[in-house]
């Protein structure tokens, strides 16, 4: 199982933008698809996007497509969320995860998960 660890949180302005950072451990983080999640206080968990495992296919929930953007550097271990434009219903805790498919876009198809990171958007 790999360990995942995201950074790059914070408090952001309406129209702003963050870049978060998911880290894996171990060296079998290219042999999964990475995707991530939100939570905001209240809510269930909801899919934000997901990238294939070398990285050459993506994909996103509607809430946030043309505004977010997911990558990979698998020669880093690293999966990454660029958020722009950010709004206050972005405002959540924000949680990276390993799956073995692509697109997984429920909670129920990821195996490992990161502890979260949280991602506040004042107006």
């Known amino acids: 199982q790999v360990q995942l660890v995201e950074s790059g949180g914070g408090l952001v302005q309406a129209g702003g933008s963050l870049r978060l950072s998911c880290a894996a451990s171990?060296?079998?983080?290219?042999?999964?698809?990475m995707g991530w999640f939100r939570q905001a206080p209240g809510k269930q968990r909801m899919f934000v996007t997901a990238?294939?495992?070398?990285?050459?296919?993506?994909y996103y929930a509607d809430s946030v497509k043309g505004r977010f953007t997911i990558s990979r550097d698998n020669a880093k271990n690293t999966v990454y969320l660029q958020m722009n434009s950010l709004e206050p219903e972005d405002t959540a805790v924000y949680r990276c995860?390993?799956?073995?498919?692509?697109?997984?876009?429920?909670?129920?198809?990821?195996?490992?998960w990161g502890q979260g990171t949280q991602v506040t958007v004042s107006s």
């Open positions: 990238v294939s495992r070398a990285g050459g296919s993506t």
């Open positions: 171990g060296r079998t983080f290219s042999s999964y698809a």
């Open positions: 995860a390993a799956a073995s498919s692509f697109p997984a876009t429920v909670p129920s198809m990821y195996n490992s």
